[in-house]
């Protein structure tokens, strides 16, 4: 089992930045792929980023792609979501998640953990 916890959320104003961070305990992060989704209100959950175990493999929605960067810190069990250039479509409740096997990395049903949420709001 492994439990995450996200943090890093806040208001900012659209052209800022934010960095989420992704703290995992119970299981050790480097065996585990990490995917970040968000939810805005009256959506559906969408992926966002996600990273293979070692980092050295990563996707990102096309909305995201250049903006945002994925990255993970295996010692310190941590992953983190840097976003730039903000833009108010990207508020939303932003997940973290994982799972220890390699399944489709855009589908949140490959996921088996997952955070309890971070809000990001982006004001214009």
């Known amino acids: 089992q492994a439990q995450l916890v996200e943090s890093g959320g806040g208001l900012v104003q659209a052209g800022g930045s934010l960095r989420l961070s992704c703290a995992a305990s119970?299981?050790?992060?480097?065996?585990?792929?990490i995917g970040w989704f968000r939810q805005a209100p009256g959506k559906e959950r969408e992926f966002v980023a996600a990273?293979?175990?070692?980092?050295?493999?990563?996707d990102y929605a096309d909305s995201v792609k250049v903006r945002f960067i994925i990255s993970r810190d295996n010692p310190k069990n941590t992953a983190y979501l840097q976003m730039n250039s903000l833009k108010p479509e990207d508020t939303a409740v932003y997940y973290c998640?994982?799972?220890?096997?390699?399944?489709?990395?855009?589908?949140?049903?490959?996921?088996?953990?997952w955070g309890q949420g971070t809000q990001v709001t982006v004001s214009s």
């Open positions: 998640a994982a799972s220890p096997d390699s399944g489709s990395w855009r589908r949140a049903s490959s996921y088996v953990y």
């Open positions: 119970g299981r050790t992060l480097s065996t585990l792929t």
């Open positions: 990273s293979s175990w070692s980092g050295g493999n990563t």
